[in-house]
Each structure stands twice: as C-alpha cells, then as structure tokens.
C-alpha cells in the first residue's frame, strides 16, 4: 500500500522546522515568562509587519477572535450580523456569543464566496436597522471581493470584521486579505496556513481605539490589573504558541508559493476531467488553504481515494442552517445547499511532494476511468 497522503499535516510543519522550535519552546521554558509577556508582543509587531497593518492583538483562538472584534466594534444583543452559511461553525457561534443574531445570505457559485449582489439586495429588502455588521468569509484561501463590500458596507453604515481564518496572505487588488474591514480576525489553529500546536488566534486593525477595546476585552477588561474597565473575559493568546508562530512566520511566504505550485499542478493535471476545478477571480491571488473542487459525485470520490489511502477533506458538509443548533427550516440558500453537497479538498500543504500530486491526480483519473469501462478494479 502507498503511504498514507493526509489532507493537511501540522507535524510535517514542526519537522520542517524542528530545531527552531524546540529552540524556541525552551527559550520560553526558561525565561519563566508564560503568559502575555515579550514573544506575544514579538509576534504581534512582525505579524502587523508582515500583513502590513497597524496592530495585532493576539488572542486565545479565532473564533474568540471573532467575538471580541464584534464586541470591541459594539455589536451586541438586539444587533443582526449578516454572513454566510458555509464556513465553519465558529463564524456563527462567535456572532451568538457576542449577543447578537447571524443572519445569512447566499453565495456566488464559482467562488463559493458571498453574494455581493445577494447582499446588497437582502440589505435594500430588509431595511433592518438592526443589521450592524457583516463578516466576509475568505473561504479556502480567496478573498471575497473587498473593494465592493466595503463600499456598500459604507452605503448602509455596517461595521465589517473580515473572517481570515482561511486568507493568511490572499490579497485582492495588491492589498491583503484582513487590512480591508474595520477589523479582522486570523486563527493559528494548527491546520492553517500559518499554524500553531495548540490553539491561538489574533485580531488585526488599523484603527486604535477598536483595538484598545480588544485587548480589554481579551483580559478580564483590565486596563490596570485588577481593575475591570469593561466586562472582558480570558482569551490570552500564551508565549509558547507566540514564539512557535514566530518561527513559523517566517517561513509563511515560502510556504504559500509551494501551496500556489501544488495547486497550479492539481489545474493543470485535472482539467480534463468533469469536475469543476477552483476559480481565482481577476484582481485576486489565493493562498490555497483548500484546493476545492465540485462534483455531484464527491461521495464516490472520496471514498475512491480513501480506499488509495489518500485522505480528503469536505468543508463543510452541512451549511450553518441546516445544523441541529442553528436549524431554519424557512432559508432557503439554494447555492450555499448545492456547494455543501459537492465539494472535495484534495490534500494541499507543503509537506507533499511532486509525486504525492501526481499520485493524486492519477487516483482521480483512475476513478474516472473505472466509470468509463464499467469496470470497477479493486484498490491496489
Ligand atoms: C478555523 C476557522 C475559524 C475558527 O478558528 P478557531 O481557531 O478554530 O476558533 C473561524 N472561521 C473560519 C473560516 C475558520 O476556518
């Protein structure tokens, strides 16, 4: 049997880099510093400087991350957020945790994005004043298109928090994903494209006084210790993950031009098949957190590759709204229910190989073969 290919693999990362950050654990072990002390605020300066904003506010997780911007821009219990039904749960349950309600519109159906037409249609419809803020999931690794969202974001006065959970390093007209809303919010859940070993997230703006809020809220709403300016709460992002990010950063731009070659190989060697390959719109880049792609035989798929113990993901399964916690039976988001049930993410992270692609891409056409003989030849 062929080793095993894994959709996404965080240990190759450590092994990528395993003197430096074992090097950089024992630092931490040693310095007897382990909670908001000088790697958080080492990596939170280069990050800033990588993304190319102001400030970077390290924080426990990203959906925390997520919550805390919506808090810190003011949004709140009566508030309506509008987003979308196909991303990870986290997006959802951060608005609920915020106090607010997520409300959801549907998505363009060549980049799996939000609609921005949908939404300007949904917000002329509804005239809800109680619809504060919107957050753009960049799914996958793209951008939704930034440019136009903040400007009708402008037009019905939304606060907007980018969701760049998926987009660290996608840009849209030369600038990157997680500098365009009034704030954003990043993970470092170790399976992302800049990951830790452990949980860690960060929000990121450019405005002061949000991110003043922010780094109240992500302490107990000190400004000085023991005194509670706001109702804040822990969400402290530790020196271990910030000084593991920091070595990892490093090597964050490397890693995304291998992931944008894996995913070059994969549209090249898979264009003559019935699928319906990922789509970068002009003006774009991607930084290929997945590479997805849409056929109504995922399942088949799937299972095909498994079986040649090449493992992949499906994000996600079921939209947010069809979830037992979040269920509205009354939505209907005809793109968002057609995507769900269609995509595959072939493995993509920079520890494959040039022949674990191509080994791939073969096992696909081997199950597109199977279906053109009739014959179905037993995995190897
Ligand atoms: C990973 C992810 C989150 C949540 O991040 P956690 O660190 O797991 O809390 C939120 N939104 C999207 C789109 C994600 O991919």
Not at 25 to 32: A, D, E, K, P
Not at 135 to 152: A, F, K, T
Not at 273 to 283: E, K, N, S, T
Not at 343 to 350: A, E, I, K, M, Y
Request: charged share 25%.
């Amino acid at each position: 049997m062929n080793h095993k290919i894994l959709p996404a693999d965080p240990k190759a990362g450590y092994l990528a880099a395993q003197a430096e950050i074992d090097e950089a654990i024992r630092r931490v072990m040693l310095s007897g510093h382990y909670i908001l002390g000088p790697e958080l605020e080492g990596f939170e300066k280069e990050f800033s400087t990588w993304l190319g904003t102001t400030a970077t506010v390290g924080v426990a997780n990203g959906t925390d991350a997520l919550e805390l911007a919506l808090r810190a821009a003011g949004i709140g219990p009566g508030d309506k957020v509008v987003t979308v039904a196909n991303t990870v749960t986290a997006t959802v349950s951060a608005i609920g945790a915020s106090g607010a309600k997520a409300v959801f519109v549907d998505i363009e159906p060549t980049t799996m994005l939000m609609d921005l037409d949908a939404l300007e249609g949904f917000l002329i419809k509804m005239r809800d004043p109680r619809i504060k803020a919107v957050i753009p999931v960049h799914l996958y690794g793209q951008s939704v298109d930034m440019p136009r969202l903040m400007q009708l974001a402008e037009q019905h006065r939304l606060i907007v928090i980018e969701d760049s959970a998926q987009a660290h390093g996608s840009t849209v007209g030369g600038r990157k994903t997680g500098t365009w809303g009034h704030l954003a919010a990043f993970s470092f859940y170790p399976t992302k494209n800049l990951g830790a070993f452990g949980d860690a997230g960060a929000v990121t703006g450019s405005d002061p006084a949000l991110l003043d809020q922010v780094r109240l809220l992500r302490q107990y709403g000190w400004r000085k210790r023991y005194v509670s300016d706001l109702p804040g709460r822990n969400s402290r992002l530790d020196e271990i993950q910030s000084a593991i990010l920091r070595v990892r950063l490093v090597r964050l731009d490397a890693e995304n031009v291998r992931r944008d070659e894996l995913a070059g190989f994969y549209l090249e060697a898979l264009g003559k098949f019935p699928l319906r390959l990922p789509v970068v719109a002009a003006g774009r880049t991607h930084c290929w957190h997945q590479f997805v792609l849409r056929t109504p035989r995922r399942d088949e798929l799937k299972t095909h590759l498994e079986k040649r113990n090449i493992l992949c993901g499906v994000l996600y399964p079921i939209p947010v709204h069809r979830q037992p916690a979040y269920h509205d039976a009354a939505l209907s988001l005809p793109q968002t229910e057609e995507a769900c049930a269609q995509v595959l993410s072939l493995p993509l992270h920079p520890g494959l190989t040039n022949e674990d692609v191509a080994r791939v891409a073969r096992d696909v056409e081997s199950f597109f073969e199977q279906g053109r003989d009739g014959s179905n030849s037993p995995a190897k």
